[in-house]
Structure formats: structure tokens, C-alpha cells
């Protein structure tokens, strides 16, 4: 498995796009790579840039998959499109829906893989948390994704492929001869928080996340969109530059000593270096504030000193912090921390003057809440001991 001490991994890990002999899917291309592809396949210069705009609306404001429909193009050019290209997003496996309406779906990509996408109903938004790579380089000792070992990161067209599927399952493309930005929205955000750390695989959300905020397209705007990370923090500051979303960390402890077990990526780069690194971001990106996530573990990072040391740690940074109660899964070697002990770690948040929400676990009973995902092509199970032994605990 790969360890906080690894170099970085980005697209090394991650399949071609293009099959030796195949054609080539245009999901996940960007502007510049489709107009590329069309040019290679035949599309004259002069028509490169308007037949780039076309089909990238047929894409990804309207949804279409066949070539056949897009109706303001000639016959011949969609028969060439047809001839050199594809149109392909991740196969739905399977789709369980919650007691509180949160979905969750398994899906298939490239080599047989799977990968797990939720889709969280609100009353004012619809977020879907989507995955960055099948399983993950990390190994935070709280979470269920961090049992599986990596076996790659995902390209652009799973990444947004994943957005596109539950577009697809929501019935949200809009209808033929409607603007989309008249539709509602069911799927209003989206979460890099489901498998894999997505700045180990920076170059391809990078990619996928443009294509979800054109203004042509999906048009989500870039504070409708997070990203978080355990605290890859070389990736942090190209994050803002060349995507400029939200950011949120995966904390969960105020000592290093802690922060070791719980999230390993910090025998790398400390609490001290994370939280430079933090500091710099708002001001790169003209942000919101920074969302500090801390699950809550009985007995291991829920004192009264914990929350003031946390206080203390991020003081000069704009922040909130998003109590999240522990989510337990098989074999899972802690506990979550009790109401009464959430609700006092969170008030003294609350009382130095920062925004301390305790998210409410959705999905549980389909094991899509926070820190419960897993690919079902994983089928081998640690016992409890194996899973606390590896966290030194």
C-alpha cells in the first residue's frame, strides 16, 4: 500500500484515455484537447472553434450520448464523429437510496473497477461526493476507504462521468428547447470527499472540475464545488491558482503525535507545515473560508484541550470547522464520541468565534455516510485488531 512517505503520484497511476486501437471517448477531454481531437479527425481549421462549442454543449449542458441527436450538426460531420469517437461515462452497478433520501451508487469504470458516488438531498442544495481514485493512497486509520489499497486514480471522464450519471439518474438535463439555467437544480454541489485524496491525482480533477464550472456546460460555480484533502500540501497552492474552489481539510487532531495515527500523510508534512500552507490559500484564491473537518473519536481527540488547542491552531486563518460524529464501519477500531461531548467540544468552537456545525450523518444505513465508502470489488476484510494495529493504537 502506498504510505505518507511515497513520492506523489498523479498520472502515473491512471489509464489512458484512448484505447491503441479504439476511439477516443470526448468525456473528460478538455476545450483544447476535444478541438485537438476534431481537428485530427478531420474537422477543417476554419470550423475548429465552432464545432469545438457545439459539441461540447451537446455534452455537457444538454447530456446527449449519440452522436445521431445532435441535430445542428450536418449528417456527415456526426457520421465522422461517429466513425472516430465515443461518448462513454461510468456504468451504474448498483443504486441504493437511504431512509433520508441520500443515494448511493456503485460504479463501474475501465479494467473492471468500482467505485463509489453519494448524492446528498438538502432542502436549499444537492450535493453529490464523488470519488478521485479507486481506493486510496492513504491510510487514515478512521476511515473505511483508507482499508483498501490504491489501485488507481480515476481519469477526467470518470471523474466527471460521476457527475454526469447522477445528472442522468436525477432526470436533471434539461429538456429540449429549455435554457438550463432555468432548471432547478437537483445537483447543486459537488464534493471531492468520497474515495482517494484528489491532490494525489491533481492534474485530472483539475481537468474535470473546469469542465463542471463552464459557463457552456454544467456551469457550476467554482464556490459550489470543494475539494478536500488530508493535506497534500505542495497540491495546496496550485488548487487555488488553477481551480479555485473551496477547500476543505481533513484535520481530526490538534498534536502531531495524533494526527500521525489518525491521518498518516502528516509523518510528511506536520500541522505546522499544513497550516502555512492554509494560511496562503484564501489570499490565492479569493475564498471563502477554510472548512477544517474533525471527526469526532471517543477518547482519542474530543478533550476540552483538543477544542482549544484547535481554536488556538487556526486563529489566523478565515475557517470554520465541521464536527463530523464517527461514522463506524466493520471492524472499525474506535467509537464516536457522545452527544454531550460533541455538543461541548463544539460550543467552545463556537464560543471563540467560529462557525462549529456537527454534520448530520446521512446514509448510514447503506454505509454511504462520511468516511464509510468502499469498493465492493474489495472484498477482503481486515480484522479489528489488524485495523488497530496499523493505526498504533
Keep these: 500500500m502506498t504510505d505518507a512517505t511515497a513520492p ?26 476535444l478541438r485537438d481531437a476534431l481537428l485530427a479527425a478531420g474537422t477543417p481549421e476554419k470550423q475548429a472553434k465552432m464545432r469545438t462549442g457545439q ?14 441527436d445532435m441535430t445542428n450538426l450536418s449528417k456527415d460531420y456526426r457520421a465522422l464523429l461517429a466513425d472516430h469517437f465515443t461518448i462513454e461515462i461510468p456504468q451504474v452497478v448498483s ?9 448511493k451508487y456503485l460504479v463501474r469504470i475501465a479494467g473492471g473497477h468500482e467505485v463509489e458516488t453519494v448524492y446528498i438531498p438538502e432542502e436549499d442544495r444537492g450535493t453529490l461526493c464523488i470519488s478521485s481514485q479507486v481506493g486510496c493512497t492513504l491510510t487514515c486509520s478512521f476511515c473505511h476507504t483508507g482499508t483498501q489499497k490504491l489501485v488507481r486514480n480515476l481519469t477526467p471522464a470518470e471523474i466527471i462521468g460521476q457527475v454526469m450519471m447522477a445528472r442522468d439518474d436525477l432526470g436533471e438535463w434539461p429538456e429540449p428547447g429549455r435554457n438550463p439555467k432555468n432548471e432547478t437544480r437537483l445537483l447543486s454541489n459537488i464534493v471531492l470527499m468520497g474515495m482517494g485524496e484528489p491532490l494525489y491525482n491533481f492534474e485530472n480533477v483539475r481537468d474535470a472540475m473546469k469542465i463542471a464550472m463552464d459557463p457552456e456546460g454544467i456551469s457550476l460555480s467554482r464556490r459550489r464545488i470543494t475539494l478536500s484533502t488530508s493535506g497534500v500540501v505542495p497540491e495546496i497552492a496550485r488548487t487555488a491558482t ?40 484564501p489570499k490565492a484564491s479569493n475564498s471563502e473560508r477554510i472548512t477544517f473537518e474533525y471527526v469526532m473519536l471517543k477518547d482519542v481527540n474530543d478533550s476540552d484541550a483538543d477544542a482549544h488547542r484547535l481554536v488556538e491552531l487556526i486563529k489566523d486563518i478565515p475557517a470554520k470547522v465541521n464536527l463530523i460524529p464517527f461514522n463506524p464501519w466493520p471492524g472499525a477500531p474506535y467509537e464516536r464520541s457522545s452527544n454531550n461531548r460533541i455538543r461541548a467540544f463544539a460550543n467552545i468552537i463556537y464560543q471563540a468565534g ?30 479489528r485488531a489488524q485495523i488497530a494495529a496499523e493505526a498504533g493504537i
Aim: include cysteine.
Design 8 to 33: 506523489i503520484t498523479q498520472d502515473v497511476l491512471t489509464l489512458p484515455r484512448k484505447l491503441p486501437d479504439g476511439p477516443i471517448n470526448l468525456i473528460g477531454l478538455t476545450r483544447d484537447g
Design 55 to 68: 459539441v461540447w454543449q451537446w455534452l455537457y449542458q444538454k447530456g446527449v450520448r449519440d452522436f445521431g
Design 95 to 103: 443504486k441504493q437510496v437511504s431512509s433520508d433520501g441520500t443515494r
Design 354 to 383: 467560529y462557525a462549529s456545525p456537527i454534520r448530520t450523518p446521512r446514509g448510514e444505513d447503506i454505509m454511504a455516510a462520511c468516511g464509510q465508502l468502499k469498493s465492493a470489488t474489495e472484498r477482503a476484510r481486515k480484522s
Design 242 to 281: 488553477e481551480i479555485g474552489c473551496l477547500l476543505a481539510v481533513s484535520f481530526h487532531a490538534t498534536e502531531d503525535a495524533t494526527r500521525d495515527k489518525l491521518v498518516p500523510i502528516n509523518k510528511r508534512w506536520n500541522i505546522a507545515e499544513l497550516l502555512d500552507a492554509l494560511k496562503a490559500y
